[in-house]
């Protein structure tokens, strides 16, 4: 009704419900629920389009969304924001996982970087413990002998040796466990540097993925936008081509009755003229005169017109009964225009006839006629 106010018709709404995208985190369907409105913007008195501007446009998307209780999008004249199209959209969305994705990558980037200056923290320190090691053992052979080295310390277990002893294989124990720590490390940057490596390709992978899902999406929608636009075409062209056969038809049989009408015209024009052969010489005058009257320039009759119709008059049982046989022989040569002249100035003849026929009886006294 609303609409309405403006002289646009609404032909058909239709209510989709099973179109959306999915969510950049969860891969889950976000529906998106809209409308299709196609109204008749033709003013079929005119035959122009109706015309209407940006703020009536934005009043109809407000209207339209409270009769349809959908959610009214906020005025890109508050947000500053231009409006996307569906399309448009989705490849945002698609844009918006691949930099978190990359997002992602520099993390993983950074982590490997600290990784790799945890092992290198790691090697440094093993070298300090192996030159420890190298030179306590350099003491002890220095101190005694090999032979001696093994056979002291297995009978007597203590003194300087065992001490020396002791403290290498200590170093010996913290060695080995910071070799266990950095081939730990250098399997997890192994590790990390693998899954670093997988990132572009996994990135890539997903968004071929995102872009082909898209793009099919992309395609059905198309399809479905062409196929109604479409339809709505040849809705249209249907209906043109049936006003149009309507138009034709009501144009031939216009011109079938209109050269009917001439006929019938014709003929009655033909049968009236040989009546009024067969007529009285004074009825066939005064018609005469009143026709060439109805078709001048004058405003009045002159004295022949006069003379010529009051004869006819003057002898006639009833005048009012003779001036409405005039009108009636003259109607058919006469336009509405013509007929209203000379009717009018023959009532004025007729109402006032004895003093007429005083004055033609002058001038044929005179003898001398205008």
Partial sequence: RWLEGYGITVISIDLHHDEGHPDPETDDLLPNHHAHIIVDWLNHETGKTVKIDNEVCKQMQTVLAESLGMERGTPKEDTGIEGLSAIEYKEKMASAHVKKLKQEQQELESRKSELLKEQTAKETEIAELEVQRIEKQKALDAESGSALKSGLANI?????????????????????????????????????????????????????????????????????????????????????????KAYRNLESTSNTRIERLEFEKADLLARIKAMLEMLDRRLREAITSLIEFSRSVFKEFTMSHREKIADYLADAPNVQDAAHTLKVFVRPHLDNRQFEKGSKELDRLTSNLPSVLEEVNRSQSRGFRL
């Fill in 156 to 244: 007597f277990g203590k003194g300087k040796y065992a001490e020396i002893e002791r403290e290498n294989t200590r170093l010996q124990s913290e060695i080995e466990t910071a070799n266990s720590e950095r081939d730990k490390a250098q399997e997890q940057v192994a590790e990390m540097q693998a899954q670093v490596a997988q990132l572009p390709i996994l990135a890539e992978q997903k968004a071929h993925t995102i872009i082909e899902k898209k793009e099919a999406q992309h395609e059905v929608e198309k399809q479905k936008i062409i196929k109604q636009h479409t339809d709505e075409l040849n809705a249209v062209q249907t209906k043109y081509s049936e006003l149009s």
